[in-house]
């Protein structure tokens, strides 16, 4: 029996509501594997800050360091400020844990109509760069308050970052077309931009059998709508790769289905697995929110931590659940957030 310890953070929202669903599937998917998951799970997140001042306690990342991995749901509270919920949990978690791939797999669900027309097969992984680049701390406000008042924001391209997140999108295509789309702006960026153009050439040139193809992001955002079959990996800087990969899940039909995992591919510390998809206010508390996100990236969490088997098998049990039609009501059907997580279940039996 291998046990492996995981940090549950549901957070906030619909969050709270795909998490247990999503931990009955891994349980049920694991049990006769020889695979035990030990659930920590922690009450973080807007609630903890309005009682404690703090989206997570001062020890947390002692905490979840000392476990395999970590679960999380979503975070954001239309009362509490995107700035805490973000800087106060998410960023410092992929930051701590030098988290520096966001990795993002979408693709066409066969009875998921996207909204693109023509109904276009997508099959595209998008490998985010994401602990520097556009989001970075440095900057400031001056002249508050006055008609002079001013903001900076800093960008950060460092070589050892573009050189690690390219060299990780290269292994990925090797794996896949051999084919490497890199998002730039070096027309208009000409500092960071061009420097990113440079690294990326030189990891994917030592590399030998890949195919580079760098793409202006404004270029590729419209041949992500006009032509998505002509992109299969795409590597992109911290904000382009988040907006890119909206895009592209937005595409396929419901962003209730998007997984994405940050990743510490050398294992030094947890790595991260998540929805693409926020707390979604809107729909809180009915019970409707689409699960299929959230099991999608604890079967990549399954992947990582060495079960690939196991990580297959639930993709291929949602797979087969949503291809039949048994969704919630942002894919078109009538189940709730519970029912769908059943019907996974149910399919990950009758598949044994
Ligand atoms: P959102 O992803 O929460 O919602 C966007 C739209 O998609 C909404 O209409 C929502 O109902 C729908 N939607 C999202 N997930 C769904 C699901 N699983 N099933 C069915 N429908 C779904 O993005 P929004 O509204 O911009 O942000 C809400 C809050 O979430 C904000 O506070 C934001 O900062 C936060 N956020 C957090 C993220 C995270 O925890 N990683 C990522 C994105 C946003
Ligand atoms: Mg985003």
Do not use: C
């Not at 490497?180 to 690294?199: Q, R």
């Not at 998007?258 to 510390?269: D, I, R, T, V, Y």
């Not at 697995?273 to 399954?302: C, T």
């Amino acid at each position: 029996m291998t046990t492996h310890t995981i940090s549950v953070l549901a957070g906030d929202g619909i969050g709270l509501e795909v998490m247990p669903v999503a931990i009955e599937v891994l349980d049920a998917a694991t049990r006769d594997a020889g695979v035990r998951l030990d659930w920590r799970v922690q009450d973080w997140g807007s609630d903890y800050y309005r009682a404690h001042g703090t989206m997570m306690p001062a020890d947390a990342i002692e905490t979840m360091a000392a476990t395999d991995a970590i679960f999380l749901g979503a975070v954001g509270h239309p009362d509490v400020s995107d700035v805490e919920t973000l800087w106060g949990m998410l960023i410092p978690i992929r930051r701590a844990f030098d988290q520096y791939v966001n990795l993002r797999p979408v693709r066409s669900f066969a009875g998921v109509r996207s909204s693109l027309a023509g109904d276009p097969e997508i099959d595209v992984v998008i490998v985010r760069e994401n602990v520097e680049g556009e989001y970075s701390a440095v900057g400031g406000r001056s002249y508050q308050g006055t008609p002079h008042e001013a903001a900076y924001q800093q960008s950060l391209f460092t070589r050892h970052g573009i050189e690690r997140i390219a060299t990780y999108a290269v292994e990925v295509a090797s794996g896949r077309r051999k084919h490497l789309v890199s998002a730039t702006k070096s027309n208009g960026i000409i500092h960071t931009m061009p420097f990113w153009d440079e690294v990326v050439a030189e990891v994917v040139d030592r590399a030998g059998d890949i195919e580079l193809e760098s793409v202006l992001i404004d270029a590729l955002a419209a041949r992500a709508v006009r032509s998505p079959q002509s992109l299969d990996v795409i590597v992109a800087s911290n904000l382009f790769g988040d907006i890119l990969s909206d895009l592209v899940a937005g595409a396929v039909g419901s962003i209730g289905i998007a997984p994405s995992a940050n990743l510490n591919p050398a294992g030094e510390h947890p790595s991260m697995f998540e929805p693409v998809h926020g707390s979604a206010p809107d729909i809180a508390g009915r019970g409707i929110a689409n699960p299929v996100g959230q099991i999608w990236a604890g079967a990549m969490m399954l992947r990582h931590l060495g079960h690939p088997q196991i990580a297959d098998q639930i993709e291929a049990a949602f797979t087969a659940v949503v291809e039949r039609g048994e969704v919630t009501p942002d894919l078109g059907g009538t189940l709730s957030t519970r029912e769908v997580g059943a019907a996974v279940i149910a399919e990950l039996a009758a598949q044994r």
